[in-house]
């Protein structure tokens, strides 16, 4: 059992894994090891206080050897759901479960917006997770919208499963070698159905088309915090906050890009800190 598990690896991340280490706290920290595509994006950056123009790469550096140099360990991997246990939290991560008193979601904004009928339809055919759910689509089709190159393998694993699998994939060169699979060269529009997924219409050449499914998974780096943790209170997409990070569930803090806008260094840095504060207030009283 952690004291928390911190959810992302950009600079929110970063800044809640630094300060929750200095406080000498017990925590897992979830992310990727080469911590987040957005830190190292930047060709210059010009507003960070005391670093003149740094490129995102050198930032990103910086951070890596910041963390190294302190033994702070990333735990590399995606997680899935985050479920409040009374006294604690389940973060699940495809099969595994890490336990925490109190969570920090540090997970940035979404690159890719949840298309029509995605939330509508989670569980209810739509998933996130493709090793926890995966099974019940065995010898079904199945549709997968994948962001990520990365995320490549866990479309071969589907297909190890379902007997039909269409892939969206949104990205360049996308390679699944799988003869069950079917790369579908449009852009997803909407998930479909009644009170279960029944299709995906997607855009081909300026015309609207669909595929027949039993169920879609999404698979992206980051999900809406919503998804991740049921009852979790967001407005216009982003989590809804205090001055101190706390969301409106007893123990789940959220710091970052994910709590809206500026979308800057300098606020997802700000929070990381103040969430990684009241995480050590909020055990004090347990
Ligand atoms: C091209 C570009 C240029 C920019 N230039 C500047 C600039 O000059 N100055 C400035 O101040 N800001 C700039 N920004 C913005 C800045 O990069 C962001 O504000 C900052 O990175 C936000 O940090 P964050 O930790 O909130 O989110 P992110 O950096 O987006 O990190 C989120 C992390 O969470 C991880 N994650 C998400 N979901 C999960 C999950 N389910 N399980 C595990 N991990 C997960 C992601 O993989 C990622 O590692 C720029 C951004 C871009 C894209």
Excluded at 117 to 135: I, N, P, Q, R, W
Excluded at 183 to 194: A, F, H, L, V, W
Excluded at 237 to 259: P, S
Aim: hydrophobic share 40%; glycine share 10%.
């Amino acid at each position: 059992m952690y004291d928390c598990a911190i959810i992302g690896t950009g600079a929110a991340g970063v800044s809640a894994a630094l300060t929750l280490n200095a406080l000498g706290k017990n925590f897992i920290w979830l992310g990727k090891a080469d911590l987040s595509s957005k830190i190292s994006s930047p060709e210059m950056i010009r507003n960070y206080p005391g670093l003149i123009n740094v490129s995102g790469q050198q930032l990103k550096e910086a951070f890596l050897k910041q963390i190294q140099t302190l033994n702070i360990p990333i735990t590399e991997n995606r997680v899935t759901g985050v479920y409040a246990l009374g006294d604690r939290f389940g973060i699940l991560c495809n099969q595994q479960m890490y336990e925490a008193k109190t969570v920090i979601l540090a997970t940035g904004v979404e690159a890719v917006k949840p298309i029509a009928g995605e939330l509508e339809f989670v569980g209810k055919g739509v998933s996130y997770c493709a090793t926890c759910d995966g099974f019940l689509y065995k010898g079904k089709t199945i549709a997968v919208v994948c962001t990520s190159k990365q995320m490549e393998h866990e479309i071969e694993y589907l297909c190890t499963l379902a007997a039909k699998v269409y892939v969206f994939a949104i990205y360049k060169n996308a390679k699944i070698s799988a003869a069950n699979a079917q790369i579908i060269n449009g852009m997803p529009k909407e998930i479909e159905g009644d009170k279960k997924v029944s299709c995906v219409t997607y855009l081909k050449g300026g015309e609207s088309e669909k595929v027949e499914v039993d169920g879609v998974f999404m698979l992206k780096e980051a999900v809406t915090p919503s998804v991740l943790v049921s009852g979790l209170e967001m407005k216009d997409g982003q989590v809804v906050v205090d001055r101190n990070c706390h969301t409106n569930i007893d123990g789940l803090f959220a710091a970052g890009d994910c709590t809206g806008r500026p979308y800057q260094y300098a606020k997802a840095i700000g929070e990381g800190n103040i969430s990684a504060h009241s995480v050590a207030e909020y055990l004090a009283k347990l």
